[in-house]
């Protein structure tokens, strides 16, 4: 079987890069070639500036109730595609075919918040701010947006942002991440099936030569980043010394925090999707257990005896609850971590190094670990692992847990398990993320309500989704008006 050379869809076309520098795209279950990405050209970079620039004006004379409709044709398609979108992202990215699934609901979700856009992007007005003067306030769209993606939900983070963007009237490039580039070439396939006009919605594949060319480039009005801290501090400093709107959406290390008053039995299903679900690399994900007080031991127990029993292997085969993670490279990071917290003295009570899956000798598997004895000051209590690696923390107040928690330099997710209103509203009240969950292990935001974030989480005041997303790519006009 040939491998797929992907292309870049500028204008309405599909174009073959001139580039000659591509990357192999693998299965990480499997370490097969399943495609090669190029590193597009600067040339390419900016003829899809261009047609998004050209396109910009038409589209947003636009009527809004039109432009839904695109949103609404996009919707359908996706979900009579719901099943191949899923299996492509098992494929580029290792996650189960549940996950995958997920991802594709959540990612159809934000195209049918986007629908409502005639009614969530009106203004708003008010006669008589002084005698026969009106004053009102019109949202208009800016021009050319882009969105720079992580892999670890190749389908979705791009709709984070492009259907609210388009929706408003701009028009938008996707660059997704060179590591899984095939579900967002399946996907502005069904853009140009459901007949959006040519230069409204472009994708260029390609890495940092690419970001740059965006992030520099005067036509372009603003850039959403999802990805690491390092990263996410490169492209906000770019992007607003080149006078940018930019949100960048970060790095985690996600604290869960379980009182003595918890359901352990009810709640282990939700901590070992938290911890194990997509092999650890969520942006949600749990990295750190805090048992308080009494619970540690039982909790303890049952949490190592659930993640020894969770079955790993490839996404696509029938029953498997955690996949690989997503390249050799990767694994070999993750490993290091194991080693790092080794070295430090915390205990590693369940070793995943070592797991082998029939069949998929090759693949970039490592199954659930756990370290227990965890102090603040290590390296695995403060950085963030990406990989199936759970760190137990025992804590004595749930104080003495907030304090730890505020002492890491992320604020992206937390979560309290508890029977308690009293504890969960103490901890909503004063956790600084920007992502809280009560009884909730993975506390992510639906499309209707922004995806939050603080501290090294997040770098930017508006988020992606919901409000937030109808800001981000409007700019509020005010007109005040007297009639003589
Ligand atoms: P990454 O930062 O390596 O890459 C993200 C994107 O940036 C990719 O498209 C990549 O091509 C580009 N890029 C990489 N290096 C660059 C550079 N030097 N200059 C310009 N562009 C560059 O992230 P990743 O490994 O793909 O994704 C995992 C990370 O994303 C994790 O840290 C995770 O927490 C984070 N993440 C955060 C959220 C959130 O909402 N906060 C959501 C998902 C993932």
Avoid at 218 to 233: E, L, Q
Avoid at 235 to 252: D, E, F, L, N
Wanted: charged letters at 25%; aromatic letters at 10%.
């Amino acid at each position: 079987m040939t491998v797929r050379k992907l292309q870049n869809y500028i204008n309405g076309q599909w174009v073959e890069s001139k580039t000659d520098q591509f990357l192999e795209v693998k299965n990480p279950a499997t370490d097969e070639v399943i495609a090669y990405v190029p590193l597009s050209t600067r040339e390419e970079v900016e003829a899809a500036i261009k047609a998004a620039k050209e396109a910009f004006w038409e589209w947003r004379q636009t009527p809004p109730l039109v432009r839904a409709r695109y949103m609404f044709k996009l919707k359908n398609l996706m979900e009579e595609h719901y099943e191949e979108l899923a299996r492509i992202i098992v494929q580029e990215e290792g996650k189960t075919l549940d996950e995958a699934r997920g991802e594709v609901r959540r990612a159809i979700e934000n195209v049918e918040v986007a629908t409502g856009i005639p009614s969530l992007m009106m203004g708003y007005n008010l006669e008589d701010v002084a005698s026969g003067i009106d004053e009102y306030v019109i949202r208009q769209p800016l021009g050319v947006f882009c969105c720079i993606a992580p892999f670890n939900f190749p389908l979705m983070v791009p709709l984070w942002f492009m259907p609210y963007a388009v929706a408003c009237g701009n028009t938008y490039i996707v660059k997704p991440s060179e590591q899984v580039p095939m579900s967002q070439t399946r996907l502005l396939e069904l853009i140009e099936e459901a007949g959006f006009p040519p230069g409204v919605v472009n994708l260029v594949n390609g890495a940092k030569e690419v970001v740059d060319v965006l992030l520099e480039h005067p036509d372009v009005k603003g850039a959403s980043f999802v990805g690491s801290t390092r990263v996410a501090k490169y492209i906000y400093s770019k992007a607003t010394q080149h006078g940018k709107r930019v949100q960048c959406q970060a790095g985690a290390k996600n604290f869960i925090v379980v009182m003595p008053d918890c359901d352990v039995d009810k709640s282990m299903g939700s901590l070992m999707s938290s911890f194990f679900g997509s092999a650890g690399e969520r942006c949600l994900a749990g990295a750190i257990l805090m048992p308080v007080g009494d619970i540690y031991e039982p909790l303890r127990d049952k949490f190592v005896e659930a993640a020894s029993r969770l079955k790993i292997g490839y996404g696509l085969d029938e029953g498997v609850q955690m996949g690989p993670v997503i390249s050799r490279r990767h694994k070999e990071r993750v490993l290091k971590y194991i080693e790092i917290g080794i070295q430090e003295g915390a205990k590693l009570i369940l070793d995943g190094r070592n797991v082998k899956v029939k069949g998929y000798e090759n693949g970039y598997f490592i199954g659930p670990t756990i370290f227990d004895d965890v102090k603040p000051e290590m390296t695995i209590a403060r950085e963030e692992i990406f990989g199936p690696v759970a760190c137990i923390m025992r804590v004595d107040s749930l104080d003495e847990a907030i304090e730890i928690i505020h002492s890491v330099p992320y604020g992206n997710a937390a979560s309290i398990f508890t029977s308690s209103g009293k504890w969960a509203r103490e901890f909503r009240y004063r956790v600084q993320c920007g992502n809280i969950g009560i009884n909730i292990g993975i506390a992510a935001p639906m499309a209707f309500f922004p995806f939050s974030g603080m501290k090294e989480s997040f770098f930017g005041d508006l988020h992606g989704q919901g409000r937030d997303a109808i800001n981000f790519f409007t700019e509020r006009k005010v007109v005040i008006e007297r009639w003589f």
